[in-house]
């Protein structure tokens, strides 16, 4: 049995494939490298450097490598940035979804596990999110990932594809050192590339409706991410009859603020970061229940604030030795 991970040599799609192969699963990774690193892919796992909006070359390398799912984690990730370039946006993550399903349908590729985000939910009006809360996104990267799960249900209902979406936020650690967040817009690679290169890190924005000011949400550990996806690629594989879509959340939320104080202690670097402007996009709080994932995909939390950031740090001082 062979997966395809789609953006397998970004951050948490390398994860996936190693978490896949660490299962003895078999995986052919797909990346256009336009933010993943060929490197990240390990050595004699199949690499193909393509475009997921490129359905032709996605259909041959399905049946070559004998395809029988897909983890589809390759996409255009920002929220705050998807407000400036919302056609980029769709086109990447609308757009190459399309293309994927009719890869898949032209492959006969019967099962998808689809990376999703919270940012579908925009800002909600609980606490807790679960699997029902409303879904209202506020960014054109949230609207995106919600068509993405209207695309696989209704392809489902028409063809039987198998499925299932997996909603989380901050996705942050490593899982070893030679892996890393390389992202320009992500908190923990924004403020330990500013500590390594002597400059002072920045929260954005102090005013929101939360208890210090700062945007609350679930941090869950890269690692620990992406067993999920390969518990959820299992259970489809075994025909267990899973939800459209599952929350990969803490239960629990940190601010920026206390990832910060964090970030300090861990490094033993101790700075006072610069407050500036909200990013657009960002809402005040997303903190969501994991319990429908305990229950179905062995979800859970195995990593602390704490090993997060250490595991980040580590990771951020390896690509200078």
Known sequence: MTWLV??????????????FTTAGIDVVVVDDLSSGLGGFVPQGVPFEQASILDTERLTGIMRTHSVQGVVHVA???????????????????????????EAMA??????????????????????????DTATRPESPYG???LIGE??????????????????????????????????????????????VEGRTPKIMGTDYDTPDGTCVRDYI??????DAHVN?????????????????????????????????????????????????????????????????LGWQMTHTLEQMVSSAWEARQAADA
Request: proline share 5%; net charge negative; aromatic share 6%.
């Open 75 to 101: 996409g255009f990730k920002y929220a705050g940035v998807s407000v400036q370039r919302p056609l980029h946006t769709y086109t990447q993550n609308v757009t190459g979804t399309v293309s994927v399903l």
């Open 143 to 145: 609207e995106s990932k």
């Open 6 to 19: 789609t953006g397998g040599a970004g951050y948490i799609g390398a994860h996936v494939v190693r978490a």
């Open 232 to 296: 959820a690629a299992k259970a489809l594989a075994q025909g267990q009859n899973l939800l459209p879509v599952y929350n990969l959340g803490s239960g629990d939320g940190v601010s920026v603020r206390q990832i910060m104080d964090t970030i300090a202690a861990v490094t033993g670097i101790d700075f006072e970061p610069e407050l500036v402007d909200r990013r657009p996009g960002d809402p005040a709080r997303i903190v969501a229940s994991g319990e429908a994932a305990a229950r179905d």
């Open 150 to 195: 209207w695309l696989l249900a209704d392809q489902a209902r028409a063809t039987g594809l198998l499925h299932t979406s997996l909603r989380y936020f901050n996705v942050v650690g490593s899982g070893s050192p030679d892996l890393r967040d390389v992202s320009p817009h992500n908190l923990f690679p924004l403020v330990m590339d500013a500590l």
């Open 106 to 131: 032209a492959a006969g590729v019967p099962a998808i596990v689809f990376s999703s985000s919270a940012a579908t939910y925009g800002t909600p009006e609980v606490d807790l999110v679960t699997e």
């Open 221 to 226: 550990h890269v690692a620990d991410l992406a």
